[in-house]
């Protein structure tokens, strides 16, 4: 455990915590990708199936069981709770474009070739897409509330930090997993080159809603009388 792991862990419950409390709250899913949650919540299924068959530490324990609990509360929210308020039109990224490929990859390119680490490989490269349905759901509506562009700010702060921390761990224990790597730096280039421009430069002007270019719109909606769905 280090400083910069420890800062990416509260970034990750930040983004997780202020997601669940924003639903609840405002009793609204609207502008939330409940895809690209439902995908979370298959990502910690899928890591943390250890959770009862090996103990590391209380902490490690605890947040095992947090994301757990609020990835699958979010979701409930979302498709039972407060489903009316879900937009479901354009939050229509098919899944198994994502899952087939990443659950082929887990087969191929895995430490060894056992179920539970199939089921971690597959978690990590999962987790490195999972985002893309909630990027292409405002990519297609063209704007996004404040609250869904800070909730991804942090999760690509998270991803940033562990990337630093596997730095560090390498440099100073000579240690490196290049599965977790590799699957960071992917998930990291997809935040930086979608998402922080729009964050900096729209969100931290104080504006309530980021507004995506215009070349941007005109791309997910090339033919907007006809109508469409998009994830």
């Known amino acids: 455990m280090n400083i910069l792991r420890l800062s990416g862990d509260v970034c990750h ?16 899913c609207a502008g939330i990708s409940g895809k690209s949650q439902v995908l979370f919540a298959l990502v ?17 324990t605890f947040l095992k069981v947090v994301y757990l609990v609020l990835a699958y509360a979010i979701v409930s929210l979302i498709y039972l709770r407060f489903r009316n308020t879900y937009d479901s039109e354009n939050d229509s990224v098919r899944m198994e474009f994502l899952l087939v490929p990443v659950a082929g990859l887990s087969f191929l390119v895995n430490h060894d070739f056992t179920v539970m680490e199939i089921m971690w490989t597959f978690s990590i490269y999962l987790e490195s897409v999972a985002i893309l349905p909630q990027m292409f759901m405002i990519r297609k509506t063209g704007e ?3 609250f869904v562009t800070h ?18 761990r390498f440099y100073y224990e000579g240690f490196y997993d290049l599965i977790a790597v590799v699957s960071g730096v992917v998930q990291t280039i997809i935040y930086c080159c979608f998402f922080f421009y729009l964050y900096f430069t729209k969100v931290l002007r104080g504006s309530a809603k980021v507004t995506l270019p215009l070349s941007v719109t005109e791309i997910s909606d090339p033919a907007p009388s006809l109508g469409h769905t998009q994830q």
């Open 44 to 60: 910690f299924t899928t890591r943390y199936l250890d959770l009862f068959t090996s103990f590391v530490s209380i902490y490690n």
């Open 151 to 168: 909730y991804m700010f942090f999760l690509g702060l998270y991803r940033a930090l562990y990337l630093c921390n596997w730095v560090w």
């Open 13 to 28: 419950l930040v983004a997780i915590i202020s997601l669940f409390l924003k639903i609840w709250r405002s009793k609204s």
């Open 144 to 146: 996004a509330e404040s």
